[in-house]
């Protein structure tokens, strides 16, 4: 019988034993939720970034012919993203008295040409679509103070968040557009602005950034 009971208080310690050593103790179950709890910020970043790949292709028509080409993404944290062609443009940003400007300007063949780009241009202080308007056509707007002749304006544009195009040239040289735009409470503008002869192949590539911009993320 005294055998008996050595046998049970054994067999007692010995399972004691061995849940101790698999069972975690509170500090480690508290800080695997907390690796846990770190992860979850990253997911919710990736999806706030729209999941966008960095890199994709597309066809443009240029003189009748058509060429693939090479896009990369480009994006400013909370305003916008789009796709531009990398080889063909170089980008600037920066803060003026509360407005961000965001320019892509033509490096074609690596010859950087300052009148031929495409800026986005997004004012804080302005909260209201008829705000931008006025302050583009104003006396002290862009039109008059760049000298700009307004050939046409429509309300019909392709991309859906222009709410307004404005077509214009300077004398035989200089043409483009001011595109209004407006989207997920945001109000802001972009121009195209290139000279004559490079319209051909200009457009087309203009039209691949204003296609692919997207608002917010």
């Keep these: 019988m005294y055998l008996n009971l050595i046998k049970v208080v054994a067999a007692t310690i ?3 034993g061995i ?43 240029v003189e009748g012919e058509k060429t693939n080409i090479s896009l990369k993404l480009y994006q400013e944290k909370n305003i916008f993203s789009t796709y531009f062609p990398q080889e063909d443009f170089l980008v600037q940003n920066k803060d003026i008295n509360k407005v961000r400007e965001v320019k892509f300007t033509a490096n074609f063949g690596g010859v950087k040409n300052e009148n031929a780009y495409i800026k986005f241009v997004f004012p804080d202080d ?9 302050f583009i056509n104003s006396k002290d707007g862009i039109i008059v103070s760049n000298k700009w002749q307004i ?17 214009f040239s300077k004398g035989q040289e200089i043409f483009g557009n001011i595109y209004i735009g407006e ?7 972009a121009i195209t602005h290139y000279p004559a002869e490079y319209g051909d192949g200009f457009e087309p590539r203009a039209d691949l950034i204003l296609s692919n911009l997207e608002i917010g993320g």
Excluded: H, M
Aim: charged residues 25%; glycine residues 2%.
């Design 14 to 16: 010995l399972l004691n």
């Design 19 to 61: 849940t101790a050593c698999t069972t975690p103790t509170q500090n480690q179950i508290s800080a695997d939720n907390s690796r846990i709890t770190e992860n979850k910020p990253i997911v919710d970043s990736n999806k706030s970034a729209q999941n966008r790949p960095n890199n994709k292709t597309a066809t443009i028509s």
């Design 126 to 134: 302005l909260k209201a679509l008829e705000e931008v308007k006025n």
């Design 151 to 167: 050939v046409n304006r429509s309300s019909t544009v392709t991309y859906p968040w222009a709410k307004e195009k404005i077509t």
């Design 183 to 189: 989207e997920k409470g945001k109000v802001f503008y």
